[in-house]
Nanobody
Framework: QVQLVESGGGLVQAGGSLRLSCAVSGRLFSMYNMGWFRQAPGKEREFVAG????????LYEESVKGRFTISRDNAKTTVYLQMNSLRPEDTAVYYC???????????????WGQGTQVTVSS
């Protein structure tokens, strides 16, 4: 059974930074491909960033390229999302996911955390 627990959300002013963490249970974490998604009020959940098992592939949604960085620490079974230069439109609930990476495309499996709220004020 894989469990994901996000943390690190909060309220920040535009231009500020936050680092989200996702602690993952499961002894095979080092083999997992992981991703971050977000869902704003009234909108569908969207892909933000993905990372393959050995950090050799990192994928980003276009609007976060150059501002967000996904990383992982296999020893700590944790995946991170460093978010810089935050904008009001980044406001959403952010979810951690275990999924698949193939041909530079991230596909989510049905493993989700509970989400963490990120609010960016203008």
């Amino acid at each position: 059974q894989v469990q994901l627990v996000e943390s690190g959300g909060g309220l920040v002013q535009a231009g500020g930074s936050l680092r989200l963490s996702c602690a993952v249970s499961g002894r095979l974490f080092s083999m997992y491909n992981m991703g971050w998604f977000r869902q704003a009020p009234g909108k569908e959940r969207e892909f933000v960033a993905g990372i393959n098992w050995n950090s050799g592939i990192k994928l980003y949604e276009e609007s976060v390229k150059g501002r967000f960085t996904i990383s992982r620490d296999n020893a700590k079974t944790t995946v991170y999302l460093q978010m810089n230069s935050l904008r009001p439109e980044d406001t959403a609930v952010y979810y951690c996911n275990k999924g698949r990476v193939r041909d530079s495309v991230y596909s989510p499996d049905n493993y989700w955390g509970q989400g963490t709220q990120v609010t960016v004020s203008s």
